[in-house]
Each structure stands twice: as C-alpha cells, then as structure tokens.
C-alpha cells in the first residue's frame, strides 16, 4: 500500500543568487553569456512519496536529465531537499520522496505548452501509480518568477483545478496573495514589506539623498514605488529620476536611448533596480552595464547572476548593493551535490552554478585587499579555499517548500485522513481540501533553525543581508556581506554595516557620495531656490556673527553677545573685554595731556598769585581770574575719570564732574564779561551800575548759574544715573565696557546749558571788545568763548559717528581741548606781558606813555 503526490516542478533558468551569515565572503565563475541568455528552461517532476527505502544512488538519474548548466541550480537544490526529508527518521516514517522525469518534461523554449500538456503528463504515468486514484492530489511547484506561476495557474484552470494545490518559489508578489483569483496557491518566500525601509536606511548610512529609480511597468513596480517615497520623504532622499520601464519588450525598445540617456545625464551614482530579472527591465540593465555605464546598482537577491562581461576597475566602488532574506547556511550540500558524480561536478562547474564561500580573511597577509587577491588567484588557489555552496533565495525557498509539504502529509499521516474514503466521487477535490487546509495551517522550525509559517496572515519578522559584489577579470565574481539590517529593533539601530569587511575588500572604508548638491560645510548654510528638489540646494555664507559648525545646516546659529564668529564663521570666540585704557597709545596720550595741561594751569595761577599786585592781574577781577583758572585745572583732571576700566562711581563722576565744573568755567567768564561791561558803565554819570558792581553781582552769576546745573545733574541722577555697559557691537570681536549715560536727555540738556552760558559770554564780550581800557580782556574773551563753540558744535557730529572707546576718546579730546581754548586765549597774552614784556605791565610807565 503507497500513497502518492505529484509535485510538478517548473524551472526557470535562474538569476544565481546566495544568502550567508558566516563566512561573509563568495566567489563564483560567471558562464557565457551569448549563449542561451534569451531562453527559459522549464522542467515538470513528479515527486511521489512512496511507502518504502530508496536506493542509496537513486538521485543520480538527474545527470540524465536534458536541460542547461544553470537550470541545475534549482534541480539539484530539490534533490539534496528530498534527500535529507528521506534520511529524517522523524519526517514520514517508513515513506521516501522521489521523484520522475517525464518524456519531453524538460524542454528548452519559450513557451512550455509547445511540448506537453498536463492531461498528457497524467494519462503517460506508470499504470501502477494510478491504482489509488482516490488518494491523489498533485502539488505543482512553480516560479521563480511572477509571469510562470501565472501561467500555470491558468493551465491548471483548463484542466480540474480542484485536484491541483500551488506552491511557489522565488520573490513574494502581492497578487498571488488575492484568494479569489489564487484560492489554493502558496508563496514560499517572505514578504518584502521593510525592504523600502532597509533600502532607504542604507542610503542614510552612506549619506546618500540623490538616488535614480528603474522599476518595471506593474503592480509590483508602483507598489514598491510608493513604499520608497514614503520612507525617502521621512529623511529627504530625492529621486534624480525614475525611469518606469515597460513590460512589453517593443514598447521598451522604442525608449531604450531616454532610459539610458536619463541615467547618463544624471548626476547620482545610486541607481535602486527593482523588477523582475526576466523582464524588459533586466534586458535594460544588462545594456547599461555593458556600455561601461558604473553606478552603485542597489536591488535585491534576486539580481545576483545578471552580469556583463565587463569587468569593475579594482580601484571602483561600482557593482552591485543586494538585499537578501536573511536564512542560516545549509551545510553539506557541496557534498551531496559532488556524490552524485564527482568528475563531472567539480568545483569549478559548480561555481557556475551558485557562489562559494570564501574565508574573508586568508588573504589578510599577503594581499592588500579581498578583491586584489581574488582577482589575481588561480583557480586551484580558490578551490583551495571553497568549504561549500551558498544556498540562494529561490534554493531555499524549494528547501522549505519540500519540507512544508512533507510535514502537512506526515500530520495527515498522524491523523489517519490520508487513508479515510471519499464520497460522491470526489476523491481527488476533498483529498485537496484536506491537504490544503493542513498547507494553510503548517508552521515547523527547519533542520537550519529557519521558522516557517504558511498562515500569511503571522508575518515573519524581517531580517535582511546586505551584499557587495563586483564583477572581476578571468569571469570571476567577488560577493562580500557588508551588512543586515533587521526590521523588529529599534528604528536607529536596524540596520548595521561591517566597516571593516568594506575596507578588506577594498581597501577603504569610505563609499562613493550620490548627492545632489555638494555638502554645505562648516560656516554656511543650505539655501533653497524655488523650483529645486528638496536635497538640491545652494550654499551661502552665514550672516554675521552668525556660525555653523556642522555640514548642510538649514539655519546658522548667532553667537551669544559676549562671543563672535571668526573669520571662517565655523565658531564663536570669546570677545576681548576693552576700554580706554591707560596703557593704550590713545589713553596715555590723553592722560598726559590731561595731566600737563592741568600743571601748566597750575604754573598760570602760581604766576597770577606772585604778581597779584600788578595792573594786569588786578584788571577784571583778579578773583574771578584765580577762580576761572582752578575751575580749569579740574576740567584739565577731568578726564581722568574717562580713562580706565569703568566702575559705578567713576561713571556717575564722569558726568556730574564734567556738567559742574564745566559750568563753573563758562559763568566764571560770563562773570568776566559781565564786569567789564559794568566797569565802563559805572564811568556814565547818572547810571546805577556801580550799585552791581560793588554788589558782587558777578560773583553771583557763578553761583547762580551752578546751583542751576547742580539742580539739573541731581535730577539726572534721581531718574536715570549713568550705569556701567558692555558695547557689544560697536568693534568686531570685543567687548567695549563704557559708561552708558542713563538719560542722552539729560546729558544733552547739561551741555546745551553749557552751550547756552557760552553763548552768552560771547555775546557780552562781543559788544564789550571796543570799550576804550588798557586792560580790556573783552577781544579775549570773545575768541575764547568763540573757540569753546565751536570746539562743542564740532563734537556733536564726531561724537555721534564714531562708536565704542573712540566715542570716549572724542568726548575727552573735546574737554581738553574747549578747556585749553579758554586757558590759551584768556591767560597766555596776560603770561606773555607778565613774564616778557614787564613795561606793558607798569602802571607809571602806561602813564607816561600815555602823556606823551
């Protein structure tokens, strides 16, 4: 008593593919490419389970099996597949799979219902196979790609489809999924719905933001479109293009030159191929590639196999980025593999047909990279260095299709329904319903620790390997695994990148940029045009005082008002803290001017004082003279309070001194002018004048007119004192510390009073400068206050267009200089007479000069 399966097995001629954790590293010998490159081979097995041993050589009849190198990829994977099923004692105990090749099961063409149809495969088994008719439900495995699985399903429809389950190897397609139009179809592989993520986590990595798209003209194709560009928006990657290629191969013949000449004309080295690797879109890339066009081609696994001819310089980046599902090796299958025959399944044969695992690190002592050691190797150097045969995609996808079917028949088995009878004749339909309800509920753990769940509806959390392969002379290929990237950590930690498998390949660990625009570095910032793509953008200088100390900055960040930017605008400095010092050039000549100005003062009143008997000093008021001249040392000392480091009670000095003793000067000259005017009135018979000026009414000027600018200042100091400041943007890269004058109110009323007492000087010595007198120091008067005005109307300008100590240098200069006017006007002439012309000063001898 057997039961029995059919498994139809279509094959595709394969894009080789492989998937490794450890090692990391792959070689492989591409084949020919001018030969059959435009064909698909299609082979139909029926896997029967058998209730009995097989023979110990009973898979060698594949070696008689016609069809292409490459088609033995997927046919040998399902041998070595059956074969561990037949040798697990606790997987369908005392029952084997095997399978047959039909006549003419395998053919080579583009169309497999040119040489046989499924009633003609049915009706030329054995007879002894079909003595259970009742017992039978056929499993047909398909793919790798979408256009054969739909096929069959279609082929299958013609005949009883009810007596039919689908299985399905190759990349997970979301239209297979619609129970409707596929209700008893399963896809062995796993979603790729973080594959966007993972893709455009990479991009991030490497600091890409300027990517090409090519896709295919589908479902599929836009599906995965949308995906990118929502993950692309949350990081702002941009697409240099998308180029949308056609299913239909005319159609894309007609735009071949656009599709090439948009990624010519582009300025990205990233191009993201996504699509079938039998379509129209693969025929593109293989022309792009042997145009010697070099780009970072980033796809998934299944694009592993399409080459060119053309070789990667050892020096170049280029070749291709692949993301794989992660699944753990299958040992040993090299070995099953080289049982079969071991002339004809050499090492080299064999590494036409997948890619062989290469210890990363045996050529870490005598070569500088992987790729340089690889590409200068022998072949016997290689084989030396093989341990087994990667597992692609698709192979372990047949692996794990093997063994789901198996572990839904041996439930079945457990439960006793394989053998129960139908009804109504409808054997074969409730045979099929109870395998396909066993296939929908089948999830088991794989001999590789691999988890398989066949209820879609339990998604598998996504684990990509990340590969790096370059095509090298001799036909050689290098793959080396740089990365993974796993979807159920943490969204900054998905992905990690193997730096150092990077530099050992290829001597740098550093990738090719793929912006749009060049990086923006420290001291600029990203500026947008209108029209541009958001990763597109001009740099411009940071305002000022303003830095960036980072690379594509949107916004420079301003320093604080105690630091400024440096030249290069990449930081801020620590301001230097200054003020009108004593040690400076400008401080020390005006301390020094200050200080002998005011000893010459001094010299004036200690000669006024020594010769206080004599006409000359007598003349005006004497008193008024000595008064004038103390007033004016103070105004000489005055600006010592300016100069030096500022504190609260010098700035408050600063004002007060100067408005006081200021005003004191300019009345004690308007007290001179005003006894000279009452001198000569005081001589007209009649007047009342000399009642004033025995009265001392010039002395009162001087008190009057002080207490009025006393009042004044106390008012200042009550609402709005003078307070210490820091000058922050008057000098570029300082901190002036200065004197902030509370109320500018304030201090202009104080010097416009100043103004208004001068004026009036001038204007009484004016009128008084031809009154008839020896002594008449009017004209000195006059000029005096003339120099005062003008030396204060001058200042209003300067002061306001200079800033920072300048504008406290301006003020003390304008001091020194109104208060030497007063001095060098009033009292040099009358030191002239004194001290060199003595007769001048004699009151006999004016008088005999006068009488004669």
Same mark, same amino acid.
């Given at each position: 008593?057997?039961?029995?399966?059919?498994?139809?097995?279509?094959?595709?001629?394969?894009?080789?593919?492989?998937?490794?954790?450890?090692?990391?590293?792959?070689?492989?010998?591409?084949?020919?490419?001018?030969?059959?490159?435009?064909?698909?081979?299609?082979?139909?097995?029926?896997?029967?389970?058998?209730?009995?041993?097989?023979?110990?050589?009973?898979?060698?009849?594949? %070696?008689?099996?016609?069809?292409?190198?490459?088609?033995?990829?997927?046919?040998?994977?399902?041998?070595?597949?059956?074969?561990?099923?037949?040798?697990?004692?606790?997987? /369908?105990?005392?029952?084997?799979?095997?399978?047959?090749?039909?006549?003419?099961?395998?053919?080579?063409?583009?169309?497999?219902?040119? #040489?046989?149809?499924?009633?003609?495969?049915?009706?030329?088994?054995?007879?002894?196979? =079909?003595?259970?008719?009742?017992?039978?439900?056929?499993?047909?495995?398909?793919?790798?790609?979408?256009?054969?699985?739909?096929?069959?399903?279609?082929?299958?429809?013609?005949?009883?489809?009810?007596?039919? %389950?689908?299985?399905?190897?190759?990349?997970?397609?979301?239209?297979?999924?619609?129970?409707?139009?596929?209700?008893?179809?399963?896809?062995?592989?796993?979603?790729?719905?973080?594959?966007?993520?993972?893709?455009?986590? %990479?991009?991030?990595?490497?600091?890409?933001?300027?990517?090409?798209?090519?896709?295919?003209?589908?479902?599929?194709?836009? +599906?995965?479109?949308?995906?990118?560009?929502?993950?692309?928006?949350?990081?702002?990657?941009?697409?240099?293009?998308?180029?949308?290629?056609?299913?239909?191969?005319?159609?894309?013949?007609?735009?071949?030159?656009?599709?090439?000449?948009?990624?010519?004309?582009?300025?990205?080295?990233?191009?993201?191929?996504?699509?079938?690797?039998?379509?129209?879109?693969?025929?593109?890339?293989?022309?792009?590639?042997?145009?010697?066009?070099?780009?970072?081609?980033?796809?998934?696994?299944?694009? *592993?196999?399409?080459?060119?001819?053309? *070789?990667?310089?050892?020096?170049?980046?280029?070749?291709?980025?692949?993301?794989?599902?992660?699944?753990?090796?299958?040992?040993?299958?090299?070995?099953?593999?080289?049982?079969?025959?071991?002339l004809k399944y050499t090492d080299e044969f064999?590494?036409?047909?997948?890619?062989?695992? /290469?210890?990363?690190?045996?050529?870490?002592?005598?070569?500088?990279?992987?790729?340089?050691?690889?590409?200068?190797?022998?072949?016997?150097?290689?084989?030396?260095?093989?341990?087994?045969?990667?597992?692609?995609?698709?192979?372990?996808?047949?692996?794990?299709?093997?063994?789901?079917?198996?572990?839904?028949? #041996?439930?079945?088995?457990?439960?006793?329904?394989?053998?129960?009878?139908?009804?109504?004749?409808?054997?074969?339909?409730?045979?099929?319903?109870?395998?396909?309800?066993?296939?929908?509920?089948?999830?088991?753990?794989?001999?590789?620790?691999?988890? =398989?769940?066949?209820?879609?509806?339990?998604?598998?959390?996504?684990?990509?390997?990340?590969?790096?392969?370059?095509?090298? @002379?001799?036909?050689? &290929?290098?793959?080396?695994?740089? &990365?993974?990237?796993?979807?159920?950590?943490?969204?900054?930690?998905?992905?990690?990148?193997?730096?150092?498998?990077?530099?050992?390949?290829?001597?740098?660990?550093?990738?090719?940029?793929?912006?749009?625009?060049?990086?923006? &570095?420290?001291?600029?910032?990203?500026?947008?045009?209108?029209g541009m793509a958001a990763c597109c953008f001009?740099?411009?200088?940071?305002?000022?005082?303003?830095?960036?100390?980072?690379?594509?900055?949107?916004?420079?960040?301003?320093?604080?008002?105690?630091?400024?930017?440096?030249?290069?605008?990449? +930081?801020?400095?620590?301001?230097?803290?200054?003020?009108?010092?004593?040690?400076?050039?400008?401080?020390?000549?005006?301390?020094?001017?200050?200080?002998?100005?005011?000893?010459?003062?001094?010299?004036?009143?200690?000669?006024?004082?020594?010769?206080?008997?004599?006409?000359?000093?007598?003349?005006?008021?004497?008193?008024?003279?000595?008064?004038?001249?103390?007033?004016?040392?103070?105004?000489?000392?005055?600006?010592?309070?300016?100069?030096?480091?500022?504190?609260?009670?010098?700035?408050? %000095?600063?004002?007060?001194?100067?408005?006081?003793?200021?005003?004191?000067?300019?009345?004690?000259?308007?007290?001179?002018?005003?006894?000279?005017?009452?001198?000569?009135?005081?001589?007209? @018979?009649?007047?009342?004048?000399?009642?004033?000026?025995?009265?001392?009414?010039?002395?009162?000027?001087?008190?009057?007119?002080?207490?009025?600018?006393?009042?004044?200042?106390?008012?200042?100091?009550?609402?709005?004192?003078?307070?210490?400041?820091?000058?922050?943007?008057?000098?570029?890269?300082?901190?002036?510390?200065?004197?902030?004058?509370?109320?500018?109110?304030?201090?202009?009323?104080?010097?416009?009073?100043?103004?208004?007492?001068?004026?009036?000087?001038?204007?009484?010595?004016?009128?008084?400068?031809?009154?008839?007198?020896?002594?008449?120091?009017?004209?000195?008067?006059?000029?005096?206050?003339?120099?005062?005005?003008?030396?204060?109307?001058?200042?209003?300008?300067?002061? #306001?267009?200079?800033?920072?100590?300048?504008?406290?240098?301006?003020?003390?200069?304008?001091?020194?200089?109104?208060?030497?006017?007063?001095? &060098?006007?009033?009292?040099?002439?009358?030191?002239?007479?004194?001290?060199?012309?003595?007769?001048?000063?004699?009151?006999?001898?004016?008088?005999?000069?006068?009488?004669s």
């Amino acid at each position: 008593m057997f039961a029995l399966v059919f498994l139809f097995f279509f094959l595709n001629i394969p894009l080789l593919v492989s998937r490794f954790t450890q090692p990391r590293c792959f070689w492989r010998m591409y084949e020919n490419k001018d030969k059959d490159e435009d064909l698909v081979t299609r082979c139909v097995f029926f896997l029967i389970m058998e209730q009995r041993p097989v023979e110990k050589d009973y898979f060698n009849h594949i %070696l008689n099996i016609q069809t292409t190198t490459k088609s033995f990829q997927f046919l040998l994977a399902l041998a070595f597949s059956m074969d561990e099923v037949n040798r697990n004692p606790d997987l /369908l105990p005392n029952s084997s799979f095997v399978f047959e090749c039909p006549e003419r099961g395998c053919a080579i063409g583009t169309k497999i219902d040119s #040489h046989f149809n499924f009633s003609e495969v049915v009706h030329d088994l054995p007879p002894n196979y =079909m003595c259970h008719k009742q017992t039978m439900c056929i499993v047909v495995l398909t793919g790798p790609n979408l256009a054969t699985s739909v096929m069959i399903r279609t082929m299958l429809n013609i005949f009883k489809p009810q007596q039919f %389950l689908q299985v399905t190897y190759g990349p997970f397609h979301p239209i297979l999924s619609n129970r409707e139009q596929f209700p008893s179809l399963y896809q062995m592989a796993a979603k790729d719905t973080s594959l966007a993520l993972a893709m455009i986590s %990479l991009m991030r990595y490497f600091n890409w933001n300027w990517i090409g798209l090519a896709i295919s003209d589908n479902d599929q194709g836009t +599906q995965f479109l949308t995906k990118l560009r929502g993950e692309m928006e949350k990081i702002t990657v941009c697409f240099a293009f998308v180029s949308v290629i056609p299913v239909k191969m005319h159609l894309f013949l007609m735009r071949a030159e656009v599709y090439y000449n948009q990624i010519v004309t582009s300025s990205t080295n990233v191009v993201v191929i996504y699509g079938d690797p039998e379509s129209s879109l693969a025929v593109g890339f293989r022309r792009w590639e042997s145009l010697g066009l070099q780009r970072i081609w980033v796809t998934t696994s299944q694009w *592993d196999g399409t080459t060119t001819k053309n *070789d990667f310089p050892l020096n170049s980046f280029n070749g291709k980025i692949t993301f794989a599902h992660h699944h753990a090796e299958i040992s040993n299958f090299k070995t099953f593999v080289q049982t079969l025959n071991p002339l004809k399944y050499t090492d080299e044969f064999l590494a036409r047909l997948e890619w062989m695992n /290469l210890n990363c690190k045996v050529s870490a002592s005598t070569c500088k990279t992987l790729k340089n050691c690889l590409s200068n190797a022998s072949l016997q150097w290689l084989k030396a260095q093989t341990f087994d045969m990667a597992f692609s995609d698709e192979s372990y996808d047949i692996y794990n299709a093997v063994y789901t079917v198996a572990h839904a028949f #041996h439930e079945m088995l457990l439960q006793h329904l394989y053998n129960q009878p139908m009804d109504n004749g409808k054997g074969h339909y409730a045979h099929c319903l109870k395998l396909h309800s066993f296939l929908r509920k089948t999830h088991f753990t794989n001999p590789v620790a691999g988890r =398989m769940i066949m209820n879609e509806k339990e998604n598998l959390q996504e684990e990509y390997g990340i590969f790096q392969i370059w095509n090298l @002379p001799y036909g050689l &290929g290098l793959k080396v695994k740089i &990365g993974e990237f796993i979807s159920y950590f943490p969204y900054d930690q998905h992905l990690h990148i193997y730096e150092d498998m990077i530099e050992h390949a290829t001597g740098s660990r550093q990738m090719p940029p793929s912006v749009c625009s060049a990086d923006c &570095g420290p001291g600029f910032r990203k500026f947008w045009q209108e029209g541009m793509a958001a990763c597109c953008f001009d740099c411009s200088p940071c305002p000022q005082n303003e830095v960036s100390n980072e690379t594509n900055v949107d916004k420079c960040v301003r320093c604080p008002e105690d630091q400024y930017a440096n030249r290069e605008q990449n +930081q801020c400095i620590q301001k230097a803290v200054i003020f009108l010092n004593y040690k400076d050039t400008i401080g020390m000549v005006l301390t020094l001017m200050a200080l002998f100005l005011s000893a010459f003062t001094t010299v004036i009143l200690g000669i006024f004082v020594k010769h206080h008997d004599t006409p000359i000093v007598k003349a005006n008021n004497q008193n008024l003279s000595y008064i004038l001249l103390i007033s004016l040392v103070f105004c000489f000392l005055c600006p010592l309070l300016f100069i030096g480091h500022p504190n609260s009670a010098t700035c408050v %000095l600063q004002q007060i001194t100067f408005g006081v003793v200021f005003t004191l000067a300019v009345s004690t000259v308007l007290a001179k002018t005003v006894t000279v005017v009452l001198a000569f009135k005081v001589t007209v @018979p009649g007047t009342r004048m000399r009642y004033f000026l025995v009265s001392g009414v010039p002395k009162h000027i001087i008190a009057i007119c002080t207490l009025i600018q006393i009042i004044l200042c106390t008012i200042w100091l009550h609402f709005s004192p003078p307070f210490i400041d820091k000058d922050v943007h008057s000098e570029h890269g300082q901190i002036i510390i200065v004197c902030n004058k509370g109320s500018v109110t304030a201090f202009y009323c104080v010097l416009g009073y100043h103004g208004s007492l001068a004026l009036g000087s001038f204007i009484v010595a004016f009128l008084a400068r031809n009154l008839p007198d020896t002594f008449n120091e009017a004209k000195l008067l006059t000029f005096s206050m003339l120099l005062f005005c003008s030396v204060w109307i001058t200042f209003l300008p300067v002061y #306001h267009s200079t800033k920072g100590k300048i504008m406290v240098a301006v003020e003390v200069l304008s001091i020194l200089a109104s208060s030497a006017g007063l001095l &060098g006007c009033i009292f040099i002439p009358k030191c002239y007479i004194i001290l060199l012309r003595p007769e001048r000063n004699s009151l006999q001898k004016l008088r005999d000069k006068t009488s004669s």
